[in-house]
């Protein structure tokens, strides 16, 4: 009986082995939109971090896929009158194709054009922190 449960524990633990893919995208520019358009891509991937060093925005998404896919950031220009204010970013996932593979995509994101807007608050959808942008020095 001992050597059924040891075998059974030995077939869960070597299943369970997932090879991650880990993708770099170069730096990008935050896309600017009006409004912002229900993505149907919210569940095909999951935000890991987000962070921002250097007037970059980090984020690193994980995701199940046949390939690489790319994302984006679309910033629809609004604020929230607040002190500081608060704005949102949507991420968009592009050319993806159904697949089993495990990926970790590592995003950059030029934060340039909010150099003026600092202080203030960023929410990212479907990432439950805000992130405060502080001042430059």
């Not at 409004?35 to 095909?44: D, I, K, R």
């Not at 991937?45 to 984020?59: A, H, M, R």
């Not at 150099?115 to 922190?129: A, D, M, T, V």
Request: a positive charge; charged letters at 25%; glycine letters at 2%.
């Amino acid at each position: 009986m001992k050597n059924y449960i040891l075998f059974i524990m030995l077939i869960v633990l070597f299943s369970c082995k997932v090879k991650v893919k880990k993708i770099e995208q170069p730096t990008k520019d935050i896309l600017r939109e009006n409004t912002f358009t229900s993505s149907s891509s919210e569940t095909l991937f999951k935000i890991d971090t987000v962070y921002e060093k250097n007037e970059l925005l980090y984020v690193v998404f994980s995701y199940h896929a046949k390939e690489a896919a790319e994302f984006d950031l679309v910033w629809n220009s609004m604020w929230i009158k607040t002190y500081p204010p608060k704005t949102t970013f949507e991420p968009y996932m592009k050319n993806y194709t159904p697949g089993k593979k495990a990926f970790k995509h590592y995003c950059a994101f030029s934060l340039d054009n909010f150099n003026s807007s600092r202080p203030f608050y960023l929410n990212i959808k479907g990432y439950p922190h805000s992130i405060f942008l502080d001042k430059l020095d």
